[in-house]
C-alpha cells in the first residue's frame, strides 16, 4: 500500500537503487553499553538501534551518530541518521495512519516496544538535503555531574552521578579552565587513534554548583577520543589543589596523552545536545569538518 504523510497525502518512494535518510534523535543510559559503536560480541547503543531498524525494514541499515561515546557514558540529546532503501521506507508506516500524525511517529512508538528500556529513540525526521549526523554538526555539548556529599551519590542518581570522596574548590577549577578554551591542540588529553587529529575549538569549559553537586559543562566543535572526561580529569586535580593553572594550561604544549593525571569516570558523563547550521548550510559544513586540521591551522 502508498505512504501517506502526515497530511494524508501519498509520500514519494524513489527507485529501488535509492536511499532516505533519516535524523534519529536519541536517549540512553550508558551503564550496561560498550559505548555507541558497534562491536563484536558487546552490547551497544548503535547495535540495539540497528538490529531494531534492520527488523522493521526488512534490510540491513547502519546508524551514524554525531559522537561516538564511549563505554559508560549516556546520553539525552544523542543525533544520528540512517539510510533506509527507500523501496523498504513502506514498512514504517501503519496500515491505518491517524490522521494529521508526524510520518514516523508510528515508528517511534514501533521501537518503543522493540528496543531495551536504557535506549529510546524519541523522535525520528526526514534528513534535511546534506545532513549528516556527525560532520554537519556544529558543535557538541557535555554536562559532568559530581558529587562531594559525605554519603555519595543519591540512590536514583548514582548510575549518572560521579561520588568524589574530596573536597573540590569549583572557582579554582572555573578560573583553570579558562586557560583551556579556544583553538588548541588537546594531545594531552586524548587517547591516541591513527589517523585522527586532536586539534579541537574549545568553546565552553566551566564549572558550577548545581543544587548539592557539581557540574562541569563542556562544549566543542568536536572531541577527540576520551578527550572530556580526561579535562575533568584535570580539572579534578586542580580542583584538590595537586596541580594549579598553569600546569593546566601547560598541557597544551604536549604532544601525547599526558599521565599526569586519570580520566574521570564515564559514569558522570552525559552528551546533553548536538548543534547544527539551517539546513542551507549543512552540505558546506560537511565539507569544512571533512577538512582534517593540523598544526597549520593554530
Known amino acids: ?21 533519516l535524523r534519529l534523535d536519541v536517549a540512553y543510559d550508558g551503564t550496561e553499553f560498550a559505548g555507541w559503536a558497534t562491536q563484536a560480541g558487546q552490547r551497544t547503543v548503535a547495535g540495539s538501534i540497528d538490529d531494531a531498524l534492520s527488523t522493521v525494514f526488512r534490510s540491513p541499515v547502519v546508524t551514524r551518530a554525531a559522537g561516538r561515546t564511549d563505554s559508560g557514558v549516556h546520553a539525552t540529546g544523542q543525533v544520528a541518521h540512517v539510510d533506509v532503501p527507500s523501496e523498504a521506507l513502506s514498512h514504517a508506516y501503519p496500515r491505518t495512519p ?40 556544529l558543535r557538541r555539548h557535555y554536562v559532568y555531574r559530581l558529587t562531594t556529599a559525605p ?9 549518572y552521578v560521579t561520588a568524589w570522596p574530596r573536597p573540590l574548590d569549583v572557582p579554582a577549577m572555573s578560573d583553570a579552565a579558562r586557560e583551556l578554551l579556544g583553538l588548541h591542540d588537546f ?21 558550577e554548583h548545581a543544587g548539592e553537586g557539581i557540574a562541569v559543562h563542556v562544549t566543542a566543535d568536536a572531541f577527540c577520543w576520551n578527550m572530556v572526561r580526561s579535562l575533568v580529569g584535570a580539572l579534578l ?6 596541580r594549579d593553572s598553569a600546569w593546566l594550561a601547560g598541557l597544551l604544549d604536549a604532544s601525547r596523552r599526558s599521565s599526569d593525571f586519570a580520566a574521570a569516570p564515564a559514569r558522570g558523563l552525559t552528551l546533553v545536545g548536538v548543534d547544527y547550521p539551517p539546513d ?19
Do not use: K, N, W
Open 187 to 207: 594531545a594531552a588529553f586524548c587517547r591516541h587513534r591513527d589517523g585522527a587529529t586532536t586539534i579541537r575549538e574549545l568553546q565552553r569549559l566551566d564549572c
Open 151 to 159: 554519603y555519595g551519590a543519591e540512590p536514583a542518581q548514582a548510575r
Open 1 to 21: 500500500m502508498p505512504a501517506t504523510d502526515s497530511g494524508g497525502g501519498h509520500v514519494h518512494i524513489s527507485s529501488p537503487s535509492a536511499h532516505t535518510r
Open 237 to 242: 586535580a586542580v580542583g584538590e589543589h595537586r
Open 98 to 137: 491517524r490522521p494529521a500524525e508526524p510520518e514516523f511517529r508510528p515508528l517511534v512508538r514501533r521501537l518503543a516496544r522493540m528496543l531495551p528500556e536504557d535506549v529510546r529513540v524519541r523522535e525520528i525526521t526526514r534528513a534535511a538535503a546534506g545532513f549528516d549526523a556527525r560532520f554537519s554538526a
Open 280 to 298: 542551507a548550510e549543512l552540505a558546506a559544513r560537511t565539507l569544512v569538518t571533512r577538512d582534517l586540521r593540523s598544526a597549520d591551522d593554530l
